[in-house]
């Protein structure tokens, strides 16, 4: 985050203890104007995140409809907002790009924004489900988009293979090579 133009507070790492996380939250909330997490959001037993916000804090949405990026924690605590990431490296890095990077431009003095993209054709095939919108790993190769191989949100290896995202909405497609699809370059979010 260093890159947008933020100073960063390392927390520390809290092991998947409530009183850990909640002591690390209240650290937070002392330091920091945002605090950003990752893991922790979502509905397990040692999600002590989304518990501790729950049960401490406020949280006005949890759980989109993105992929990857499902559990999301957006919340107050003790008057400090939170972006809650998901745990899985890429859902952690598309949700960062998606909510946590406008996040902290509103809270900067700035506004929302949304990342510019274009339409390029697809050099990929893909039977997209209805329901939510997906966000594909992607790079520009000879005019047209391709996406990495994997979907899996534990393969950082796609983030580095990647230039940026290509971004579909929630409704049901089907893509053929030459369909136009929209690319989000990585710059678009002040990278």
């Not at 959001?41 to 989109?64: C, F, Q, Y």
Request: with cysteine; aromatic share 8%.
């Amino acid at each position: 985050m260093t890159q947008l133009g933020y100073e960063l507070v390392d927390l520390g790492h809290a092991l998947d203890r409530a009183e850990e996380v909640k002591a690390a939250l209240e650290r937070g909330a002392e330091q920091c104007d945002l605090i950003l997490t990752s893991g922790g959001v979502s509905a397990g037993d040692e999600d002590h995140v989304s518990k501790t916000l729950k049960a401490h804090g406020d949280i006005s949405n949890w759980r989109i409809a993105i992929k990857p990026g499902r559990p999301l924690a957006l919340a107050m605590f003790r008057g400090t907002p939170v972006v809650g990431l998901p745990g899985n490296p890429v859902a952690a890095w598309v949700c960062a790009l998606r909510f946590g990077a406008p996040a902290m431009a509103l809270l900067a003095g700035g506004t929302w924004f949304e990342p510019q993209g274009y339409l390029m054709p697809a050099g990929f095939s893909k039977n997209k489900k209805p329901g939510r919108s997906e966000m594909l790993r992607a790079r520009i190769r000879d005019g047209q988009v391709e996406v990495f191989g994997s979907e899996g949100s534990g393969r950082v290896t796609g983030l580095a293979w990647s230039e940026g995202l290509v971004e579909l909405d929630e409704s049901a497609r089907q893509i053929e090579p030459g369909t136009p699809v929209r690319f989000i370059p990585y710059g678009s979010f002040g990278l």
